[in-house]
């Protein structure tokens, strides 16, 4: 049966077939949410689609197409308001535009489409008022001379990789009612210095903050879920913080159960990991190269995984590869994960030595004759 949606991309109004869970728009040939385009005709109803029909005069400059900005062709303006009546920012039309160093959007712009600002290399200012939901794929991304942004509580997505590359950025503020921060948002922010994640926040994925250089601090308001077990930070993805070489701390939520692959690879201030009993599972080189680690505590029996392909993680997997300074390590399962902490198990070769066990991992040997580590399975050789 077809009714009456609107796609939440460009904002075209379409008829939809609600028994399909998704479909194509003829409008911008993009793939839609059935449900999703249905809701959002619904609102736009609720709000007044009559206002729909009220007569606005676009500066020539801006090029519209049914309340969506197409294009700009301003090329020697620095400040811009984007115009009443507009409800889709569309994709590139302010791209690479170097001629603009601030934006103003008004109330009734629902979604910034992908790549609208990126490249605009002297955006120095943007103000984003109260009704934008969506921030699509690399809206602003490599707008080095912006410093700071604030997202109106209404924004609840932001996409892929929407603010990766703004060198210069140093505030930013997560929405509330964010639960996903994806891949790449804010890669290579390298002026950014302190990031609050909000506690509906589910998924960190993958290089979401890799080479923030200038990350120093991260602050989580859910901590823990004794009271809410539906909030809280639940996976780091891989890459997730590689590389943030001024972060000297950070104090895991004990909501999160896996770390990904090289999640914290390369930060190399990081002293001191205690690693919550919620953590299921911490995936290959997570904190390789964190070469100033000198203590890691775990809360519970986190298990520790080399990965399954050799020539990805190559022959030493170790969750903490070249982490020399990393002699005190409390672990219940340590034996079992000997592998992992390199240089905590060499430290430890003289001792097992004299103890008569593997000077490897230091596990007991079996056999008479033929004596075999009972852990890692390597024959005596002293």
Avoid at 72 to 83: L, V
Avoid at 271 to 287: D, E, G, R
Avoid at 293 to 305: D, K, M, P, R
């Amino acid at each position: 049966m077809y009714v009456q949606g609107k796609c939440y991309k460009c904002g075209g109004f379409l008829a939809v077939d609600d028994t399909q869970d998704a479909s194509i728009c003829p409008f911008c040939n993009k793939a839609f949410i059935v449900q999703k385009a249905i809701n959002s005709f619904n609102g736009a109803v609720a709000h007044g689609i009559a206002a729909k029909k009220t007569s606005y005069n676009y500066d020539s400059d801006f090029i519209v197409e049914r309340s969506v900005l197409i294009r700009y062709n301003g090329f020697t303006k620095s400040e811009i308001r984007i115009p009443d009546g507009i409800s889709v920012i569309g994709e590139a039309a302010f791209q690479g535009m170097n001629n603009i160093e601030s934006v103003f959007i008004p109330e009734g712009v629902e979604l910034i489409s992908e790549g609208a600002f990126s490249g605009c290399k002297n955006l120095q200012s943007i103000e984003i008022s109260e009704g934008v939901e969506t921030v699509d794929i690399d809206a602003f991304n490599g707008c080095v001379s912006l410093k700071e942004i604030k997202f109106p509580d209404s924004i609840k997505n932001i996409e892929a990789g929407a603010l990766a590359g703004c060198t210069s950025l140093e505030i930013i503020n997560i929405p509330q009612n964010t639960e996903l921060l994806p891949w790449r948002i804010f890669e290579g922010c390298t002026s950014l210095k302190c990031i609050n994640i909000p506690k509906k926040v589910k998924t960190i994925e993958d290089f979401a903050f890799a080479e923030c250089t200038g990350l120093e601090s991260i602050s989580f308001e859910c901590m823990h879920s004794e009271y809410d077990p539906s909030a809280g930070l639940k996976r780091i993805g891989m890459n997730a913080f590689k590389n943030c070489t001024d972060l000297s701390s950070i104090n895991i939520p004990e909501t999160v159960e896996y770390i990904g692959n090289q999640a914290f690879r390369g930060c190399s201030k990081l002293k001191k990991l205690i690693i919550p009993k919620s953590v299921k599972a911490i995936y290959p080189y997570a904190f390789a190269d964190c070469t100033e680690l000198e203590q890691v505590t775990f809360a519970g029996e986190t298990e520790l995984y080399k990965g399954s392909n050799p020539y990805k993680y190559g022959k030493n997997p170790a969750t903490f590869y070249n982490c020399p300074k990393l002699l005190n390590v409390t672990y219940s399962k340590l034996q079992k994960h000997y592998w992992a902490f390199p240089a905590y198990i060499k430290s430890q070769e003289p001792i097992n030595i004299e103890n008569g066990r593997c000077r490897y991992c230091g596990g007991e040997f079996r056999g008479l004759f033929d004596k075999v580590c009972s852990v890692c399975k390597a024959h005596k050789d002293y």
